[in-house]
């Protein structure tokens, strides 16, 4: 695989929890450079290998290959205390992060006063909050776009004054939303400030040179999404949705390059969909068969431990993902969780409030029905296989029915957690 001078990109295309982590991890071997472009600490990216479990949530997933540089681009927002814990963790386990980790002055940092606005925001909502991870990454955007916000590149001069006006702003906002529990505010604030002192031990960069300087010289960068397309703030399932672009343009926005620099976007899906938090899920299963599902596919949000909502693959929104991000590689996950099923069923059409049938996705999904094509089950645990010849007849007609219907090769198939359990087809 030709990467050098290229950025190829690597995106959730439902709802996040593809499993990113883990094919990064699997992918980095063949690039000099792994970099994040947008979402903050919401974003769970597990990798288990060698016996042991982790969860990423704004460290990229190439962190573990050794000698490789990775980046945390200005699109992402950060949390000084939350990043600082989940660094320290990983050098426990014996990962020097200083030498292999840089993060853009750009970014914009998450402070504790933004995770107060948060919950004051989604309390306000009532019945219809969004159901977000409360860790402040909303409101951090939002200070963001309006012109507010404060920056890793703020770290370095008169720090303490900036963050006191930011954060007054902040109080005199929730004053005016009538919010009155500051409880734990202080505590969390000493331990915030401990995390801004830790993070000057890391290497401060303008993420934009850095990656155009790692192109002239020839090498590759894979940019690493967090969420999913369909959380996108432009184009997921609105007002259901996190607070960056999720699809491939982030990449371009979040890290500073051209957009005739991508080669390959590789996009990811689950063999079937989940969904966290509140807002429309076409193919959402509230019977045995979704509950199979979850209990399977170990379906527990990596940072939350809630509860993820499941269905059938829905090739309607897979589709219109595909496109918005002009993916040329496909990687599908968990298809192991399926192994079981007698019959496994993909979403092929939306039957619309009026009765048309439509296989693009409408502006709203919340009123549509789901049309099904039922699959013959393969009843076969692939969990052990080593590579695809040896896939039972009936997983291959799926996997090629797939294909043909996104228009998109399938290049990885995940049958298990593991990074050894992964199958690149020839």
């Known amino acids: 695989m030709e990467t050098k001078g290229k950025v190829d990109v690597l995106l959730g295309l439902q709802w996040g929890d593809e499993g990113k982590g883990k094919v990064v991890d699997v992918l980095t071997p063949n690039y000099d450079v ?5 979402g903050g600490p919401n974003a769970g ?58 993060i853009s002055r ?3 940092l998450i402070m504790p006063t933004h995770r107060l606005l948060d919950r004051a925001y989604e309390a306000a909502k009532g019945k219809a909050k969004v159901g977000t991870t409360g860790k402040g990454i909303g409101p951090t955007y939002t200070d963001k776009i309006s012109r507010n916000g404060l920056r890793v590149g703020d770290i370095l001069e008169n720090f303490k004054e900036k963050y006191e006006v930011h954060k007054q702003r902040h109080l005199d906002m929730l004053k005016a939303l009538g919010w009155t529990d500051f409880e734990g505010l202080e505590a969390a604030e000493a331990k915030w400030m401990e995390g801004v002192a830790y993070m000057r031990l890391f290497r401060f960069v303008d993420s934009e040179h850095e990656i155009n300087d790692v192109l002239r010289s020839g090498k590759s960068i894979l940019c690493e999404g967090a969420q999913g397309t369909m959380l996108d703030v432009d184009f997921g399932s609105y007002p259901f949705v996190t607070s960056s672009n999720t699809v491939c343009a982030g990449a371009c926005t979040g890290l500073g390059i051209g957009p005739n620099k991508i080669g390959n976007v590789y996009g990811i899906m689950k063999a079937y969909c989940t969904r966290v938090g509140s807002g429309p899920f076409p193919t959402e299963l509230f019977d045995e068969t979704g509950k199979t599902l979850r209990d399977l596919g170990h379906e527990y949000g990596a940072v939350t431990g809630r509860e993820r909502r499941c269905g059938w693959i829905d ?3 897979l589709r219109y ?10 990687i ?15 979403c092929v059409a939306y039957r619309l409030p009026n009765g048309e049938e439509t296989t693009k996705l409408p502006y709203e999904i919340d009123n549509v029905t789901p049309v099904y094509k039922e699959f013959k089950g393969w009843k076969t645990d692939m969990t052990g296989f080593t590579s695809e010849e040896q896939f039972p007849e009936a997983f291959c007609a799926y996997v090629k029915f797939l294909e043909e219907f996104l228009e998109t090769p399938i290049k990885v198939i995940s049958i298990g957690p593991d990074r050894a359990q992964t199958i690149v087809r020839k």
């Open 321 to 330: 993902s595909v496109m918005v991000n002009g993916v040329t590689q496909l």
């Open 45 to 102: 990216h597990t990798l288990e290998f060698e016996g042991q479990k982790y969860v990423l949530r704004s460290i990229p997933s190439g962190i573990f290959q050794g000698g490789k540089i990775n980046i945390i681009g200005n699109g992402v927002v950060l949390a000084p205390d939350l990043f600082m814990a989940e660094a320290q963790d990983l050098e426990k386990s014996g990962h020097p992060l200083t030498e292999r980790l840089y």
């Open 106 to 108: 750009k970014a914009h």
């Open 315 to 317: 090739l309607v929104q």
């Open 34 to 38: 792994v970099a994040r472009f947008q």
């Open 332 to 346: 599908m996950m968990k298809s192991d969780v399926l192994d079981s099923f007698e019959t496994i069923k993909a």
